[in-house]
DNA sequence: CACTTGACCTGTCCGC
DNA sequence: TGCGGACAGGTCAAGT
């Protein structure tokens, strides 16, 4: 999502914002007219599971999609309608899930959308992102130059009774990792997701932090995953879901063995593994 | 400290 | 076809 906006948004000038669910967007009207209206898109960053707009104010734009946010956007010449693509999810827009839409002086749109409302914009000085307290605690970039197999061991052995999936999904741990990266991870290190970070040998650590680069880069690659309705800023549903393993295959054969792949719940969510391949050593 | 549950919301699917 | 319950890419807070 973030590369698709940092193609599209660069450059455009705010010219209005319409709210509808104030959660959404909480901000006062006052800040929103000094430094939104009127600023200049800049750069359009990520850091874990947050976009940064930065703007000509100095103020940036904060925004978390949770699980069913979108943020679509619509050029001035653009529009969806009979014919638009099968891997598009959007009809038109605004749509009942539309939370704010902000419009450029070129007649542009960019469209926050999200049906369950647990997704959030914020907009803050730039300079104190980084003092919020989710930004002070959250983990390393995976996908970071720097992130060794030691680095990541260091950082899991720190939790050492947690079972390995509570941690993979700790952002205080690591930045980015949800539900389907987590189990598509552990499938490829073989690795049960209930298993105790102590009983992780450090070629299961070596492996599993392979596998995990492996997943986000491959996601990546294909537009991130469409599990139900995520889009990116063009409308398009990612396709990873296709190429996952055992996110949401329960019932189906393990590619690697053929077993089938069951459900179960492990901290706390739905979780999916091959009984074979990732047998729960007691 | 680690784990569970509930809360925040809407929509879909499944069984009766 | 209707209705209740479970469940869904995530994080928080509170309770045990």
Redesign the pocket.
């Known amino acids: 999502m973030r590369i698709g906006l940092a193609e599209l948004l660069p450059g455009r000038i705010v010219k209005s914002v319409d709210f509808d669910?104030p959660?959404s967007f909480p901000n006062s009207s006052s800040n929103v007219q000094q430094f939104l209206i009127g600023a200049a898109i800049s750069k359009v960053r990520r850091r874990?599971?947050?976009l940064i707009i930065d703007l000509s104010t100095d103020y940036s734009l904060i925004i978390?999609?949770?699980?069913?946010g979108q943020l679509v956007f619509i050029g001035n010449a653009q529009r969806f309608g009979a014919g638009h693509p099968s891997d598009s999810l959007i009809a038109e827009l605004p749509d009942?899930?539309s939370r704010v839409t902000l419009r450029f002086a070129d007649g542009s749109q960019l469209f926050f959308n999200d049906?369950?409302?647990?997704g959030w914009m914020r907009l803050l000085p730039t300079l104190e992102i980084m003092n919020l307290?989710?930004f002070k605690?959250v983990g390393p970039e995976p996908l970071n130059a720097d992130f060794t197999w030691q680095m990541f061991r260091e950082r899991l052995v720190?939790?050492?009774?947690?079972?390995i999936k509570?941690?993979l999904?700790d952002?205080?741990v690591l930045a980015?990792?949800?539900?389907?990266?987590?189990d598509e991870s552990l499938w490829g290190a073989k690795i049960h997701p209930a298993t105790?970070v102590k009983k992780l040998t450090p070629q299961q650590f070596k492996l599993l932090h392979k596998e995990l680069i492996f997943v986000l880069k491959l996601a990546i690659e294909k537009g991130?995953?469409?599990?139900?309705?995520?889009?990116n800023a063009k409308g398009k549903k990612?396709s990873f879901m296709s190429f996952a393993r055992v996110?949401?295959r329960e019932g189906l054969a393990c590619p690697r063995c053929g077993s089938i792949i069951i459900?179960s719940?492990?901290?706390?969510?739905?979780?999916h593994t091959c009984p074979h391949c990732q047998p729960l050593e007691q």
Do not use: C, E
């Open positions: 669910w959660k874990a599971k947050v978390h999609l949770k699980m069913t009942k899930s049906q369950r409302k647990f307290d989710f605690k720190r939790r050492p009774n947690s079972v509570a941690v999904l952002q205080a980015g990792i949800g539900n389907i990266y987590a105790p991130g995953s469409s599990d139900r309705n995520y889009v990612g996110f949401r459900k719940r492990v901290a706390g969510r739905g979780t």
